[in-house]
């Protein structure tokens, strides 16, 4: 009896942090398939880049955001994206979201 009131508490403890960690990996996969289940297909209407400046402890630094916006059947869609995959598209391009797939490809 003395030892399960001595380890209680750190059962409880790790318990509810087992349920914390369980609870946001179940949360990602949801998003992730969410992702994945969704199908459109667009245009590119704009592509912007933002900057922020980020002073943390002493250094300066800036974060660089880019964002693609999709016309699509189903309304506006807003991606944001990699450099690279950001200076691959250009306005006007064609995109077709598949099943499955998690970003869109360009349709040539």
Known sequence: MAKLFFF?????FFGVFALLV????????KLINKTKA??????L?????NTKDVDD????????????????DK????????KQVY???EISDKAKKEKGKI??????
């Open 87 to 89: 200076d691959s598209w």
């Open 38 to 43: 969704d199908v459109w297909a667009g245009t």
């Open 103 to 108: 970003w869109p490809a360009k349709i040539i």
């Open 75 to 82: 309304g506006e869609r807003r991606l944001g994206v990699a």
């Open 8 to 12: 209680m508490p750190m059962i409880l």
């Open 45 to 49: 209407r704009e592509k912007k880049h």
């Open 22 to 29: 369980i609870g946001f990996f179940g949360i990602i996969a």
């Open 57 to 72: 402890d002493g250094f300066h630094k800036t974060e660089h955001f880019y964002i693609l916006y999709f016309d699509t």
